[in-house]
């Protein structure tokens, strides 16, 4: 069975509704990344970071899988699919996809400010200011902040290399190092890209085949065209 590893960014999501970071409209438009999204916005206001991300599982309870989800959990139906994505959310989970890996964290857990380790399932949608770990230390977001590193990503690369079949859907390939991804395909290995825009495709040395269509309509002829 061949080995389809599918890497997604905000794009995917975009179509159920919920906001992206970097467009015009998107989230950091309305809030500065130094006050929501960094350890120091954390020391410094803990309860504007907290709500920020409160609010990012209110709107994501009112969220659910779109097509392109859809389309990427049925590709397990004919390969062995591994998904990576950017995105904090669980729409892929709730799509059906069985094997994803969170490389910037998950809206649905924390962890502890002493343990990065000691990580929680959150109940429901909201974090309380002095909610603690099982450690007794303050929790905090299991986000993966501006100036930190991504723990997954040496993961995410080993991952990248087993693909017979890369996917690259609704992400721009310039939120690094996670764009680097794509270097790590094995040599010949093809790589689709499902963008309508024109991401940055200069990392690509692999056979390209670049759908330009949004992720729902891009990820069902894919789905077809790998079927046959």
């Known amino acids: 069975m061949k080995k389809i590893v599918v890497f997604t960014g905000a794009g995917i999501s975009a179509e159920s509704g919920l906001k992206t970071f970097r467009d015009a409209d998107g989230l950091w438009a309305e809030y500065r990344i130094e006050d929501v999204c960094t350890p120091e916005a954390l020391a410094r206001n803990r309860a504007l ?3 920020f991300y409160n609010k990012r599982r209110r709107e994501l309870a009112q969220t659910e899988p779109n097509a392109a989800h859809k389309a990427v ?3 397990e139906q004919w390969f062995d699919v591994e998904v990576i994505t ?3 959310d669980d729409l892929h989970e709730r799509a059906g996809s069985t094997c994803i890996t969170h490389l910037h964290g998950e809206l649905g857990k924390l962890r502890s400010m002493r343990n990065p380790e000691l990580i929680v399932e959150l109940e429901g949608t909201e974090q309380g200011l002095e909610d603690r770990a099982p450690d007794g230390a303050l929790l905090r977001p299991h986000i ?3 100036g930190e590193s991504v723990p997954m990503f040496d993961r995410a690369c080993e991952i990248a290399a087993t693909a017979d079949i890369m996917i690259v859907v609704g992400t721009s390939l310039a939120v690094y190092p996670a764009a680097m991804l794509v270097r790590y395909a094995r040599s010949g290995v093809p790589i689709y ?3 309508p825009g024109e991401p ?3 990392m690509i040395r692999n056979p390209l085949h670049h759908i330009k269509e ?3 309509s891009g990820m069902a002829k894919l789905v ?3 079927k046959r």
């Open 224 to 226: 077809e065209e790998l």
């Open 86 to 88: 950017q995105n904090v």
């Open 144 to 146: 993966v902040f501006f």
């Open 200 to 202: 940055d495709t200069r």
């Open 193 to 195: 890209v499902v963008d």
């Open 49 to 51: 970071v907290i709500e």
């Open 214 to 216: 949004r992720a729902s």
């Open 73 to 75: 959990a049925e590709l």
